[in-house]
């Protein structure tokens, strides 16, 4: 059973097949409705040509094929669309089936009908696999078809709604696999475009197909509940028809069907019982005008008193998918009644959706263009994602989130109202805005004031971006931006700048050995080079040095193999070689801001001022330890693999450092220790009591400080307190 709206197609539900030729006559009659007679007749064209095509091949269900093309059509005609999309969907299994060539049906019936077709013939040849990367890459697929023509879209999604119409003889396994798919992708991407009655047949027939029990149980309990409350309904339609009726204003009534997989889902995801989503009755009232609309709303909230909080103007404020209605939930008779008000048009739109676009094409409206612009516009992001993500996996990542909206609405300084999904930041927004923006936005402001970037931003919040020359995307970033634009632009960039940066720390470390053996890089002709590219079997000398910097290989080797041609055996004598090369080599100058492949240990926390040495570790670049941690390796061998580092002289940044403070316990010993940090412009990151007993205390405490001068400034102040018994630093 499939609740509330039906498409017309060849296979009607309550009947059996109908005979191919009695429809082509009754497709041509419901096309002279809005086509004219040669349009007509060159769909038909393209239906001899596709009977003339499929002639002998049957069906599972044994019916002859061309109903399948026909039906698709119908239902491809019950949404107005136009005579290239009718023609496509006779001729979308040529191609496939039957060997004609692309050229052939150009020739026939033009370039636009044989692109559909082809389009629509890539979409079919791929089946779906259960592994998530094939979906993905099939998606993938369907998106670049969606970008070239969104009517290759429309005619899968016909094509798709009548193979679940007729899935019944189908084996097992397959009914399963398609439903599943149906589900999770054709279902969701209706939606996305707008056509609400083709996703809820598509959601009712995958789920009576999955769980065919369930869905007799659930439609079984909707028709015993429908007749009881029977009166109810029809006393509450007959009051709101009189209130319309004394106000003049012009409406008609209709009552909502509760879809049988949104009971389901309810039931499943919101832990409602069925009773509790039944309880609600819902109505639809169509009027004629914007006006009308908000005249009505005023008409029912003084029949019935509206909940607060329930009232939602998507009129004013469109859903990302066109989707135009006013929603108010009343409270009246002891039940709660839901309403949605709206006119014909956005009826029209909200059942078919991007459809809609080709019924209006002759009566343009603000409506029809808005969700034409907004269904281009999501096309587009998928597209600039599909060029971002390195792999499909991360692509349907992205897409999800966007296939499943569930959006809210905020403005620029300018009062543009931008749409992002719910959950979305700041960063999100400034991604939303353009990649440039997003990439160097530094900070923002939340209607007027400084907010931050990581916090979910609220429907009619007004936000601003700020930016700043130079400014880099952030990696925890990634923890918590929500769209895919947002998410494949940082790690676009981050890549590029790990790249960047790995080549340019590789190249130090590389001269830095080369030094150790007398020589330079511009000394190593390109015979030597190439040589060793070889013998490490990677694609370039620029992979092989950004693996130095990374720390997968070592620098002072690729130095010894680049002096001896790549000759050399790599395995003797080491340990004087990197002596040798430690020994003779001055220190590489560090400014603490070298990016992500330079940062810190956080076990000795060192700061400017203190001996360090550079440790690689594999795949992260450098690890910048104090040289004298416990941490690092003690014989040798492990000594002489670290880099001798040297800190730049003016160098501003911040460092953490973790002091140990004993002290006598007084009250407000707490509060003097934190105003002798800020008296030697010092900030506190973290302070924590460890141990007391009735006299003593240990206070540990993480300052921020930007190097040994100042640390000793701060700790001079924390002596100077009386009750400070014994101060030192704290190195793992």
């Not at 516009?377 to 909206?405: C, N, Q, T, Y």
């Not at 429907?459 to 918590?480: D, M, Y």
């Amino acid at each position: 059973m499939h609740s509330g709206f039906f498409i017309p197609g060849i296979y009607d539900p309550h009947g059996g097949a109908v005979s191919a030729e009695a429809t082509v006559d009754v497709l041509a009659n419901e096309l002279s409705t809005y086509l004219d007679t040669n349009r007509i007749n060159q769909v038909r064209r393209a239906y001899y040509y596709a009977e003339q095509a499929h002639e002998g091949q049957m069906r599972k269900s044994g019916d002859r094929y061309i109903t399948h093309p026909l039906a698709v059509a119908r239902i491809l005609a019950s949404l107005k669309l136009d005579h290239q999309s009718l023609m496509a969907a006779m001729l979308h299994d040529v191609i496939e089936d039957t060997g004609i060539p692309k050229d052939a049906l150009a020739e026939q019936f033009g370039e636009d009908v044989a692109e559909l077709v082809d389009g629509v013939s890539k979409l079919t040849q791929i089946e779906f696999r259960s592994r998530a990367e094939a979906q993905a890459e099939n998606f993938q697929k369907m998106t670049l078809a969606m970008a070239r023509d969104i009517r290759v879209i429309l005619v899968k999604l016909a094509d798709r709604l009548h193979n679940m119409r007729t899935l019944g003889p189908m084996p097992y396994e397959k009914r399963q696999r398609i439903a599943n798919e149906t589900l999770d992708i054709y279902a969701p991407i209706a939606n996305r475009l707008g056509m609400h009655s083709i996703c809820t047949e598509l959601e009712d027939l995958g789920f009576s197909s999955l769980y065919p029990m369930r869905s007799k149980y659930i439609s079984k309990a909707v028709a015993k509940l429908r007749g009881s409350h029977r009166e109810i309904i029809d006393d509450i339609r007959g009051k709101l028809q009189e209130k319309l009726e004394e106000r003049s204003l012009p409406g008609r009534i209709l009552g909502r069907e509760k879809h049988l997989n949104s009971i389901y889902n309810k039931m499943k995801f919101k832990q409602k019982s069925f009773h509790e989503i039944m309880d609600v009755y819902a109505f639809r009232i169509i009027t004629d005008t914007e006006d009308d609309c908000y005249r009505i709303l005023g008409a029912v909230h003084s029949l019935y008193k509206p909940l607060p909080g329930r009232f939602k103007d998507y009129i004013a404020m469109p859903k990302a998918n066109g989707y135009q209605s006013l929603h108010t939930t009343l409270f009246g008779m002891h039940v709660n009644i839901e309403i949605q008000i709206r006119t014909e048009e956005m009826e029209h739109i909200a059942n078919n959706g991007i459809a809609a676009h080709w019924m209006y094409k002759n009566e343009p409206s603000s409506v029809t263009s808005v969700n034409q612009t907004r269904v281009d516009r999501w096309v587009k992001g998928l597209m600039e994602m599909r060029e971002r993500a390195d792999d499909s996996l991360e692509f349907i990542e992205h897409v999800k989130v966007d296939l499943f909206p569930d959006e809210i609405y905020v403005f620029t300084p300018k009062g543009k109202i931008m749409e992002l999904p719910s959950g979305a930041t700041p960063v999100d927004f400034a991604y939303a805005i353009h990649t440039d923006i997003g990439n160097a936005c530094v900070a923002c402001r939340i209607n007027r004031n400084l907010g931050s970037l990581s916090q979910p931003l609220q429907s009619g919040q007004t936000v601003e971006v700020i930016t700043a020359p130079g400014a880099r995307p952030n990696p925890a970033w990634l923890s918590f931006v929500v769209t895919g634009k947002a998410r494949s632009s940082i790690r676009h960039v981050l890549k590029n700048q790990k790249r960047a940066e790995s080549l340019d720390l590789g190249k130090t470390l590389l001269k830095k050995s080369l030094k150790g053996f007398g020589t330079s890089l511009s000394e190593i002709n390109e015979h030597q080079i190439q040589a060793v590219v070889r013998h490490n079997q990677v694609d370039s000398f620029e992979d092989l040095v950004s693996d130095i910097g990374l720390g997968n290989r070592m620098a002072y080797l690729v130095a010894r193999q680049l002096v001896s041609g790549g000759a050399d055996d790599e395995a003797s004598d080491v340990a004087s070689a990197t002596i040798m090369d430690n020994a003779n080599n001055s220190p590489v100058t560090i400014r603490g801001t070298e990016g992500l492949l330079v940062r810190f240990a956080s076990c000795c926390k060192p700061i400017p001022g203190d001996p360090v040495v550079g440790a690689m570790d594999s795949g992260n670049g450098m690890v910048i330890h104090s040289d004298t941690c416990s941490r690092l390796p003690e014989d040798d061998e492990g000594r002489a693999r670290l880099t001798h580092l040297k800190w730049a002289k003016d160098i501003a940044n911040e460092f953490s450092v973790e002091l140990r403070v004993e002290l006598e316990r007084q009250r407000g010993v707490i509060a003097e220790l934190a105003n002798a940090v800020a008296m030697a412009d010092g900030n506190i990151e973290r302070i924590n009591v460890e141990e007391q007993n009735a006299r003593l205390g240990i206070v540990s405490l993480v300052v921020h400080v930007n190097g040994r001068r100042h640390l000793a400034r701060v700790m001079r102040r924390i002596r100077n307190i009386r009750s400070v018994t014994h101060i030192n630093r704290v190195r793992h």
